[in-house]
């Protein structure tokens, strides 16, 4: 027999001598809490060791990884041997029948199989192989990442993926740059010591990117030493403010599942999750389960990120996602927290809260940096590296002296030094002799130099950059540039231009990049910024682009907008190019909405794909026209009550924006929808408010979610909720997806809206729906266990049935949601209430082979043998669905096999 070959049949040893140990002690009944314990030992050996044999068998592992598990498991031959001697003396003390017997059993019991020094030796077995496999385990979950399954279940979560940003600091980074920071003995306590948490301060520019990715480079190296692989966890994020996907709490949380939650609990819980994955992408709650089993995981996690003054502030998205992250990691004691940011105020109040150390980014270790960046930078270049040893000190003496402590500065400076014509030493000290002082007139200098003729489409341009709600690609940027909102709205096609022209009066303020990987395209020596690998844009620098369609545009730094939206550039010759977001927002807004009336009038057939060819900002306009107007600042609404009563208009923004492909459907096949419903639908409170205002129904009926108030609760606007309520919705009106507001909400999770709608006398036993029942099993079905608590004191009943999966315990079990079940449980529910999908909540369990689940329902009495349902029996369904831990649960509970005939005739009746 080969290596491998031994390996499997020694760990087949094992599984059968678990079996027979648990099969053993499964013969004996209401045994005490230290056999129980004993008995989850064996069990969690057992499941280790299918694991590894099943790897071994298919083959799923690389050379090196297998051999690392075949010899941790010849490690344990003789310990599983010796279990083989214990359990064949075990197998003497079956359990009796009969009074007499039984009787005599009670005392051989408490002599032998159960006695506490035996129990010790027994569990001191176990846990010897569970020693000694444990390495294996970590060489298999390492494997995880690799494989096929964890690729899909990647895809479908859809994270942002903070590596890219990774990479491009590191392109810019330069050996031995921020040494000083790791070698400092605040660093060090927090890598190694008790430190726990640590905030890395500094102004805009000063390179705390590039610092961020030197620290995760150093984390890295520590959690993949032979000592610490498998135990040290490192989750990496880079706020980014050009990037959508990379600004909110839930977009944290989404990248760090998909780094951390490939070991044990949490991966299974993932993969029960994208098993179940038919109604989209996971929540908030669930993803903090997960995260908070990958946690429970590890020894310790290092969690860093970067640029936390990137998340924004409209909306309230940068509190959320601080209020959010401090309950995160104060409530799990092997993280630590390392975060860089400009000294904001709401993130230092946070970073108070949680007590963390910080470290400001000094300017004299940073002007060091700087110094090596800057003869760097000049040895890349073709021209700047043949000047002579006398000029290149000059440059590097006086930018890394003026510097102030910023690359971003030291960077433009470079970028200057570049166009030059002659790069004769007097006119390099002529430029030298005439640095801006300091960022912001940098920045003056920019856009004052930006020709008289040009400005107006220069400040359009920079508009639609800085608040576009994606990036915009640079053919949807040329687009942009011939809309006009004022009056009443038109769309040059006429003068449509080469956009590389417009981009090049805005050189050193902008970037472009690709769409798919987020590559450059230009030279990257020309790219110093301080957020991610894109190259600036100067006048001499952009190379002819074979396809706009597939290029997009961003703002160069972080530190333009910052200085674009500040006070201090009102105060400067720069003053014509102030951005006010509300204003900016507004103006967007109108071009929209502008450009989507235009192309209604410019289509004679709504065709889709072939209109957004021909008019390259429809898609952008359509998904987006109403994030703008919530936006906005207060004005005339006009536009956007036309918007919402014309056929035309309505027509051309919902066939172009599929988050209403439903609604398309109803409008044009179930009769007119009120301007209302659409009005909550986009979140327009107060295009909401003018047309109630002007007689509109409130409780007018159509569309997807029957009439606006359940819209505006699907959407989770409170605000419009409370509009809509104080103006006569009805609060318990039927129809629609949800059935009712209530229920709407109840799925959701609004709790704030749920408190709402009760206070307002909505019924929590309303009417049932053929979906979700009522508000009580919705909540439920999505596991809100707050809102499952609110409603239940609010008076839902328990035991209302109806619905896909007729009851709210039913309904919890699908998914697994064990908080809901035991609350459930411990309010009364009836754990073999019959009907639904799957007969039972057992059964329900069963299916999504959720173990915590289906312990609870056995230990609250769940009958093991009910029948019905898609599968007949919770056997039959774990079975089917191959969760061979819950089949073996089941057994244990007394579980019987149905025979395949009688399956079949049962299922026919």
């Not at 940011?341 to 300017?363: C, F, H, P, T, W």
Request: charged letters at 25%.
């Amino acid at each position: 027999m080969d290596v491998a070959g031994s390996a499997v049949g020694i760990a087949s040893l094992g599984i059968t001598v678990c079996q027979g140990l648990l099969s053993y002690i499964d013969s004996w009944k209401d045994y005490g809490s230290d056999v129980t314990y004993t008995r989850c030992l064996i069990a969690d050996l057992q499941d280790t060791l299918v694991l590894l044999e099943d790897n071994l068998k298919v083959g799923g592992l690389d050379p090196k990884r297998a051999a690392r598990v075949i010899s941790c498991l010849q490690s344990c031959k003789d310990s599983l041997s010796d279990l083989r001697v214990k359990l064949d003396e075990l197998q003497k003390y079956r359990e009796p029948e009969g009074l007499r017997q039984k009787a005599r059993a009670e005392v051989q019991k408490a002599v032998y199989p159960f006695r506490k020094d035996n129990l010790t030796k027994l569990r001191g077995n176990v846990a010897d192989v569970h020693e000694r496999l444990k390495f294996a385990i970590q060489v298999l979950q390492l494997s995880v990442q690799q494989s096929d399954r964890w690729r899909r279940i990647v895809d479908w979560l859809s994270a942002p993926d903070p590596w890219t940003n990774h990479r491009s600091a590191r392109e810019r980074h330069e050996p031995h740059t921020g040494d000083w920071l790791l070698q400092s003995p605040i660093y060090l306590d927090w890598k190694v010591g008790e430190k726990r948490h640590l905030w890395i301060c500094g102004k805009a520019g000063c390179g705390k990117t590039v610092l961020s990715s030197t620290m995760i480079e150093d984390i890295k190296q520590l959690c993949d030493t032979d000592e610490n692989l498998g135990r040290f966890g490192l989750g990496a994020f880079y706020f980014t403010f050009s990037d959508k996907q990379k600004q909110s709490y839930e977009d944290l949380l989404r990248s760090l599942v998909e780094q951390l939650a490939w070991k044990q609990d949490s991966y299974s819980r993932l993969q029960q999750a994208f098993d179940n994955a038919s109604r989209g992408r996971l929540g908030k709650d669930e993803l903090e389960k997960i995260l908070d089993l990958s946690f429970q995981a590890y020894d310790r996690v290092f969690i860093t990120l970067d640029a936390l003054d990137e998340s924004p502030e409209e909306n309230d998205i940068r509190q959320k996602m601080l209020k959010q992250l401090e309950k995160l990691v104060q409530n799990a004691f092997n993280v630590k927290l390392l975060a860089t940011s400009r000294e904001v105020r709401d993130i230092q109040e946070s970073m108070g809260m949680l007590k963390a150390e910080r470290i400001n980014v000094a300017d004299s270790e940073v002007d060091k940096d700087i110094r090596k960046y800057v003869v760097s930078e000049l040895s890349k270049d073709r021209r700047l590296s043949r000047l002579s040893d006398k000029t290149t000190s000059l440059i590097e003496d006086t930018l890394s002296a003026r510097a102030d402590g910023m690359f971003r500065w030291a960077h433009c400076q470079i970028q200057e030094l570049k166009k030059l014509k002659s790069t004769k030493p007097k006119y390099i000290e002529d430029v030298l002799r005439t640095l801006p002082k300091t960022l912001d007139e940098t920045y003056d200098r920019m856009l004052c130099a930006i020709e008289e003729r040009y400005r107006p489409e220069a400040l359009t341009l920079l508009r639609w950059i800085t608040y576009s709600k994606v990036p915009l690609t640079l053919e949807e940027l040329a687009e942009a540039a011939i809309v006009d909102p004022s009056g009443e709205g038109t769309v040059d096609i006429d003068n449509r231009g080469d956009i590389e022209d417009s981009l090049d009066i805005l050189s050193g303020l902008v970037m472009v990049y690709g769409a798919d990987d987020g590559h450059m395209t230009d030279d990257p020596s020309n790219n110093t910024d301080d957020s991610e690998d894109l190259p600036i844009l100067t006048s001499d620098a952009i190379a002819p682009l074979e396809d706009d369609s597939n290029l997009m545009v961003r703002l160069a730094h972080f530190s333009v907008k910052e200085y674009l939206e500040s006070e201090r550039i009102l105060e400067s010759i720069a003053k014509g190019f102030y951005l006010d977001a509300a204003n900016e927002h507004r103006f967007l807004a109108q071009s929209c909405m502008t450009y989507l009336m235009y192309c209604s009038d410019d289509m004679t057939e709504v065709s889709g794909w072939e209109d957004q060819r021909a008019h390259p900002l429809l898609k952008y306009s359509a998904e987006s026209w109403y994030y703008h107007v919530s936006l906005q600042a207060d004005g005339d609404l006009r536009r956007e009550v036309q918007m919402l009563t014309t056929h035309r208009f309505m027509s051309c923004w919902l066939f172009n924006d599929l988050s209403f492909c439903v609604d398309i459907m109803l409008l044009y096949f179930s009769g007119p929808v009120q301007a209302i419903y659409f009005a909550s639908c986009a979140g327009l409170g107060k295009v909401a408010e003018l047309l109630l205002a002007r007689g509109a129904n409130v409780n007018a009926q159509g569309g997807k979610c029957g009439h606006a108030l359940q819209a505006a609760c699907d959407r989770g606007n409170i605000d419009l909720v409370e509009l809509l309520l104080e103006s006569g919705a009805d609060v318990n009106a039927q129809g629609g997806y949800y059935g009712s507001a209530l229920t709407a909400a109840s799925f959701k999770g609004y709790i704030d809206i749920v408190e709402l709608l009760l206070r307002k006398g909505a019924k929590p036993n309303g009417p049932g729906h053929k979906t979700f029942g009522n508000a009580l099993q919705a909540a439920s079905l999505e596991g809100h266990v707050n809102v499952v608590e609110l409603l239940m004191v609010k008076g839902a009943d328990l035991h209302a049935q109806g619905g896909r999966y007729n009851n709210a315990l039913h309904a919890a079990s699908v998914e697994g949601y064990a908080e809901v079940v035991e609350l459930l449980l411990r309010s009364g529910a009836n754990v073999n209430a019959q009907g639904g999908e799957y007969g039972n909540a057992l059964q329900a369990a069963a299916v999504g082979g959720h173990r915590k689940v289906v312990s609870g329902l056995l230990i609250a009495g769940a009958n093991v043998n009910a029948q019905g349902g898609d599968y007949g029996t919770a056997l039959q369904a774990a079975k089917c669905e191959k969760h061979e831990e819950i089949v073996n649960m089941l057994l244990a509970a007394g579980a019987v096999p149905m025979e395949d005939d009688q399956l079949s005739n049962e299922s026919e009746e």
